[in-house]
């Protein structure tokens, strides 16, 4: 269980990497990420229809730019 809400963190860590790279070519001279907020969740079964047990993770993130 630890190894899968250690891959989604990384997920959303990698999401975040890439965000900058998207802002760089597109609209931003300069990017910075300033915060992340992670959020896990663990899924029953029984939770919600057609569910199956897991995590649901999801991230947010606040960049500083400098507009092209």
Known sequence: ???AQE???K???EAAT????TLRATIASDCHL???NINVQ???ANQGYGQRQGY???GSM????GVK
């Open 7 to 9: 891959d989604g963190r």
């Open 42 to 44: 663990r899924m029953s």
């Open 11 to 13: 997920m959303i860590y």
């Open 62 to 65: 606040n960049y500083r730019i």
């Open 56 to 58: 649901n993770i999801n």
């Open 34 to 36: 300033e915060s992340i």
């Open 18 to 21: 890439r965000e900058c790279e």
């Open 1 to 3: 269980m630890l190894k």
